[in-house]
């Protein structure tokens, strides 16, 4: 068993490292104060690779793999999580889809585009009427034999990346059907933007995340051709479950990046601050504080790192993959906490980074299955059902 990085992946991570510290750190404040979509750090991670980082050369990406996705996810995320949403979004939801189940002229078509970052994909499953409970998706689609295109109705809540200038599709999934003992047949298409009759909110105004992109989707009667189809129709479910698996190890890396933000963050402002004639940093009360933190952190690198090892070796990675996402995104929340009261009053001003920190934690519980989602995933694992 080997824990270190291998030269590639160490010096993926030090590219991303230098890129977060000395070009996302200095700007990206004024961006989430204006809630502004950060468009110039964006086009930047698509030169530098970072939207293929995982996907084939042959289709314009990196030749890397889901471990290389989480370390440059991880050290986005120590310095900021707005940009790092976008990527894993981008990366894990718009276009591992399509490299997944894509057919060789879909891939073709999208994936180039992709991987440099010159357009986004989005994933929409959630609904107004549910997130956890995904099976019961309302929006359908009907095949208009006549026109072979298929008509789409219904609306999604919550799709990240799917209202920027950039975004060229959002794959969604629609009931095509009913099984004979009358279950939704689930199947995902993949819908241009810019297709009539699909309309696209206003951003959310939201606790986090807020230079990223968050929309609700309409879509009144959107046609697109048949061969939008992605993937096996009826075969919706199990593609949305395999995509979740895999975003979890990926959100779980960004939570590890948050929470090692939060050291980073509070290890500086505990020497820089003096109380009652000294650092504030001297006080045991301090530093064990921050040993604990920086434990949780260690420990979160470590499950999310073992469950994309899992993943890239073909292995079962299911219940690690949820036990890293719950386990890192609880820490997440800790550290933000932890690191805030360190700060004491300048943790509440929004020029701190761990102001952006808190309010970026909460969320790492909530999108792409909440905690008590993974409790269910881990027990049913275990044997435990109900
Ligand atoms: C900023 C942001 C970005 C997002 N991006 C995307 C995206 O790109 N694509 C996308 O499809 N979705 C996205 N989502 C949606 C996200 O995945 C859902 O919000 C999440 O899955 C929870 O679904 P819900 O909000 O409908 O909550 P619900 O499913 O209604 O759950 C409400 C509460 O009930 C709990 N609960 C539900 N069922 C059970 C049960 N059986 N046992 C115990 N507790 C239960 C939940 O854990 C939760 O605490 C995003 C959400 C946010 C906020």
């Known amino acids: 068993m080997d824990h270190h990085l291998s030269p590639e992946h160490e010096e993926l991570r030090r590219t991303v490292e230098a890129f977060a510290h000395d070009v996302v750190a200095p700007k990206i404040g004024d961006f989430y104060e204006r809630h502004e979509f950060p468009y110039e750090i964006v086009r930047e991670m698509g030169r530098m690779g970072l939207f293929g980082l995982p996907f084939p050369e042959e289709y314009g990406g990196m030749g890397g793999d889901y471990l290389a996705l989480g370390i440059a996810l991880e050290e986005l995320a120590r310095v900021d999580s707005s940009v790092a949403i976008t990527l894993e979004a981008g990366v894990s939801l ?111 105004s939201k606790v986090g995340w807020n230079a990223s992109d968050t929309r609700e989707l309409s879509f009144a009667d959107v046609r697109v051709p048949r061969a939008n189809l992605l993937g096996e129709l009826g075969r919706g479910y199990a593609q949305f479950l395999r995509i979740l698996d895999e975003g979890r190890v990926a959100i779980a890396a960004l939570a590890t990046g948050l929470a090692q933000g939060c050291v980073d963050e509070s290890v500086k402002y505990a020497k820089e601050r003096h109380a009652f004639g000294r ?99 881990i027990a049913r694992e275990l044997g435990l059902t109900s």
């Open 279 to 377: 650092p504030i940093g001297s006080n045991q009360a301090i530093q064990f504080k921050i040993a604990d933190m920086e434990m949780k952190a260690h420990t979160s690198r470590l499950a999310w790192r073992d469950a994309a090892s899992r993943l890239v070796s073909a292995e079962p990675f299911k219940k690690q993959a949820a036990l890293a996402k719950l386990y890192s995104s609880t820490v997440a929340v800790d550290n933000a906490r932890e690191a805030t009261q360190i700060h004491g009053g300048y943790g509440f001003m929004n020029e701190y980074p761990v102001a952006r920190m808190w309010r970026d934690s909460k969320i790492l519980e909530i999108g792409e299955g909440t905690s008590e989602v993974q409790r269910m995933l």
């Open 94 to 204: 718009g276009a591992m889809p399509l490299h997944l189940f894509g057919t060789e002229e879909q891939k073709r078509e999208w994936l180039p585009r992709m991987c440099s970052g010159e357009i986004l994909g989005a994933f929409g499953l959630t609904e107004p009427d549910g997130g956890s409970d995904a099976g019961g998706t309302r929006t359908t689609a009907r095949l208009d034999e006549a026109t072979d295109e298929w008509v789409i109705n219904g609306t999604k809540c919550f799709i990240t990346n799917s209202g920027t200038d950039i975004t060229g599709l959002v794959t969604v999934t629609a009931v095509t059907g009913r099984t004979a003992d009358d279950k939704p047949l689930i199947s995902s298409i993949i819908v241009p933007s810019g297709t009539p009759g699909f309309t696209v909110a206003a951003p959310y």
